[in-house]
């Protein structure tokens, strides 16, 4: 296992005196996927503000591959797919021109893209299967299409790690299907992917290792291991959905624990493991 | 043909009508991003609040285009400044900045005596324009255009994702202070041929009349400046015919082009029911 995300004693405090991230540390390495999960307001945006460099660490360190966080941007190792609310989606671009941005890095300081750059951008489309969208205006797609192109943009990009802002959301249930394959394809071909998402019920289905965070670090680890209702509970607090269902009519008097921030819930079994329906 | 030459025995026709077209290539140039970004009233607010700027530079026997480029920076700064520091919108702060050093630049007008003539700043002098105007306005357009060819993939990657930009290593604060840097300096220059009131049309209406016809970004960066050049020389033609004046009577082609490009997305939706926000 090779290291590429390593976060270390990584405080976050603002200049107006909120301290959103306190003592933070994880290493991830290449082809895995990572859940992000935390309550809003939990330093979710500002991890991955300070793994981008947006934001300076008031402490520590994050590095990627080795190299601190300005070098590793300016050699295009780090991708971000934006949440959709983010986006203008009325700006005049085509869904080229979207994921042809993806490639400015790798151009000469004119900006002219080159037959490398437009190959890229073609194996990009093909592989999110939005090659036949190419010249639509970005407005004119259905959410999950939308987020396809810029999963593509990423891939152009060939960024070793990227980082997505909750992905799943206004995405239908086939999208998020293809989206999850995507990034099991991405995985393979070795880049390291964060996620962070509300979505928990998926969370074990396509993710190796969970951080779960709330300004400090809760647990982290493998995603079976992370996702326990006591780590849960001292993350959200009162702030998920959270039934207990009695086993109705059986013979075991266990009961089923479900746990729901907004989208598809988290079911733990009383036998530890962890199956979502 | 005798229409189309009869203006052009007349130097200050030739003047006007160059100054005209070389003004409006940078200002309809940046009408494509400001439009596209909802910024129209920076437009608005830099055009006015070079005011002051201008009429203090006469006071002090400085450049009239001096004065208004740092005025027009100042404004910048300014409103960049109360946005970020305070719980303001944007756009509140530019009301409040450029009504402020617009309303600065009248008392200073009234207050230092000087044979400027407001009008002439308001609404442009395009046929008192001389050739060593023509000079500066050409080397403002000829650099607008220069820096466009080389930042403007990146003015439009950060204006459609700042985030993006940043994750890729872009050096995001320079670039925006650049765009308002030659934005200021297009106004400045459009200054004594079309006036600060007439430039802001310019920042707004060929960017409008493209979006309306739905051209993706290249396509707009090419398209604005013919829009805005073409209006520029019917405008200074319709002008010597009807003997009026040469920047608003601009103004209005560039109305009809607008009013042309509505009717005819109108047309088209009419023909192609639009689906808004599906699917």
């Known amino acids: 296992m090779t290291e590429l995300l390593k976060v270390e004693n990584l405080s976050v405090r603002y200049s107006n005196g909120h301290q959103a991230l306190e003592d933070i540390n994880f290493s991830l390495p290449k082809a895995t996927i990572c859940a992000l999960v935390g309550a809003n307001g939990s330093g979710k945006s500002t991890l991955f503000k300070s793994i981008m460099g947006f934001v300076p660490a008031s402490q520590g360190l994050v590095s990627i591959a080795g190299l601190p966080v300005e070098e590793a941007v300016r050699q295009q190792r780090i991708a971000y797919v934006p949440q959709t609310e983010q986006v203008d989606w009325d700006f005049p671009v085509s869904v080229n021109d979207v994921v042809m941005m993806g490639r400015y890095g790798h151009m000469g300081w004119l900006r002219r893209p080159k037959a490398a750059d437009h190959e890229a951008v073609a194996v990009a489309l093909e592989k999110v299967g939005m090659s036949a969208f190419a010249h639509r205006q970005i407005g004119q797609l259905s959410g999950g299409q939308k987020k396809r192109v810029f999963v593509a943009r990423a891939l152009a990009q060939a960024a070793e790690l990227v980082l997505l802002d909750e992905p799943f959301t206004g995405v239908d249930v086939t999208s998020e299907a293809q989206i999850v394959e995507l990034l099991r394809t991405l995985r393979d071909e070795g880049c390291l992917i964060v996620i962070s998402t509300h979505n928990l019920g998926a969370v074990p289905d396509y993710c190796d290792l969970s951080i779960i965070i709330r300004q400090h670090l809760v647990a982290f680890g493998p995603t079976s291991d992370v996702l326990t209702a006591h780590n849960l509970q001292s993350a959200f607090g009162g702030k998920l959905r959270h039934h207990v269902l009695q086993h109705l009519g059986g013979e075991s008097s266990e009961s089923v624990t479900v746990f729901t921030d907004d989208e598809r819930p988290l079911v733990l079994y009383p036998t530890g493991q962890d199956q979502s329906p | ?279």
């Open chain 2, 1 to 279: 043909m005798t229409w189309l030459l009869e203006p052009l025995q007349f130097e200050f026709m030739r003047y006007a009508l160059t100054a005209m077209v070389l003004a409006a290539i940078p200002l309809s140039l940046l009408s494509c991003f400001l439009v596209v970004r909802g910024w129209a009233l920076m437009g608005d607010a830099l055009s006015h609040a070079v005011l002051p700027g201008v009429v203090l530079a006469y006071a002090l026997g400085l450049p009239l285009l001096l004065g208004a480029f740092l005025a027009g920076l100042f404004c910048a700064a300014a409103v960049g400044f109360i946005d970020q520091k305070t719980k303001l919108k944007e756009d509140t702060a530019m009301g409040v900045v450029f009504t402020g050093l617009f309303a600065l630049g009248l008392v200073l007008f009234s207050v230092v005596h000087s044979n400027l003539h407001l009008n002439h700043i308001l609404f442009g002098d395009a046929l008192g324009v001389e050739s060593e105007q023509l000079w500066q306005i050409g080397a403002v357009t000829a650099s607008v255009i220069v820096l466009m060819l080389v930042f403007g993939r990146d003015w439009q990657l950060q204006l459609f994702d700042p985030i993006q930009a940043r994750t890729m290593g872009l050096p995001v604060g320079r670039l925006h202070y650049g765009l308002l840097v030659i934005l200021s300096m297009s106004i400045v220059s459009a200054l004594s041929t079309v006036g600060i009131i007439i430039a802001m049309s310019l920042l707004i209406l060929p960017g409008a009349t493209l979006v309306l016809m739905r051209v993706s970004m290249r396509k707009m960066l090419w398209l604005s400046p013919i829009l805005g050049s073409s209006a520029a020389l019917i405008g200074g033609y319709l002008s010597f015919y009807l003997d009026s004046a040469p920047a608003p009577t601009m103004v209005l082609a560039m109305g009809v082009q607008f009013c042309l490009a509505l009717l005819a997305q109108q047309y088209r939706d009419y023909r192609v029911p639009k689906l808004k926000g599906a699917p």
